[in-house]
């Protein structure tokens, strides 16, 4: 029988990642976002993309940041 832990261990690692990415999206203001439903749908892909959302908003925020700077 193949050994679990490295699969819990990935599981663990994506699941603080996701708490992580979680909590610093919902400390932002809905001003962050430019549409008037941006925030609701980042909401739901973290709810229903579990292990694409934490990456894909990590993408977002650092294109986000790099926008802001150039403004």
Avoid: N, R
Avoid at 45 to 64: D, G, Q, T
């Amino acid at each position: 029988m193949p050994d679990p832990s490295p699969l819990i261990t990935a599981y663990l690692v994506l699941a603080v990642l996701w708490v992580v990415q979680f909590a610093s999206f919902m400390v932002l203001d809905d001003k962050t976002f430019p549409g008037t439903h941006d925030k609701l749908i980042w909401g739901a892909s973290f709810l229903l993309a579990f292990p694409v959302a934490p990456i894909a908003f990590i993408v977002w925020k650092s294109a986000y940041k790099s926008y802001l700077k150039a403004m």
